[in-house]
């Protein structure tokens, strides 16, 4: 019965842990969006310790700059992100929690793979929630 009651506790822990990443995630694309960036998503995953996870991404209908990001969960002290087009990459590998990739409108009409990886972890843990953030921004090009 303890064993149980242990695992329920936990099971509970860690999916307030998800909801509490989620409006995190939530409330940082509102701040986005009171910037005009209007073409914003999240994508929440369960990373393994060192199991890359590789997201298709769809270039934004009009032209357009942005970011993608990715929000690592409590136990994730290294998380890299990476975004791959035909003969090129960009990535944000630095020991952070909180990878940021600012794509100039070529980058956001040619990327087509997001590569996400919990690379470290604290507490002995091999699994965490992510979020994976999107947000763009129109570009006038007849503009200026």
């Known amino acids: 019965m ?6 329920i506790c936990l099971v509970a822990a860690s ?3 998800s909801e509490s990443l989620y409006s995190e995630a939530v409330s940082f694309l509102v701040r986005l969006s009171s910037h005009g960036y ?3 998503g999240i994508i929440p995953l369960e990373l393994s310790l060192l199991v890359p996870c590789t997201l298709s991404v769809y270039p934004p209908s009009h032209s357009a700059e942005g970011f993608y990001i ?9 998380l890299g992100l990476r975004l791959e087009g035909e003969e090129w990459f960009l990535e944000d590998s630095m020991p952070d929690d ?8 070529t ?5 087509n793979r997001l590569i996400i990886c919990a690379t470290d972890m604290i507490r002995g843990c091999r ?8 947000a763009f921004l129109p570009v006038d090009r007849n503009g200026l």
């Open 98 to 105: 909180l990878p940021v990739l600012r794509l100039d409108s």
């Open 38 to 40: 209007t073409g914003s």
């Open 127 to 134: 699994m965490d929630s992510v979020m994976v953030i999107w």
């Open 70 to 78: 990715g929000m690592g969960g409590n136990n994730i002290l290294n």
């Open 15 to 17: 999916i307030s842990a």
């Open 2 to 7: 303890k064993t149980v009651l242990i695992i």
């Open 107 to 111: 980058e956001a009409a040619k990327g």
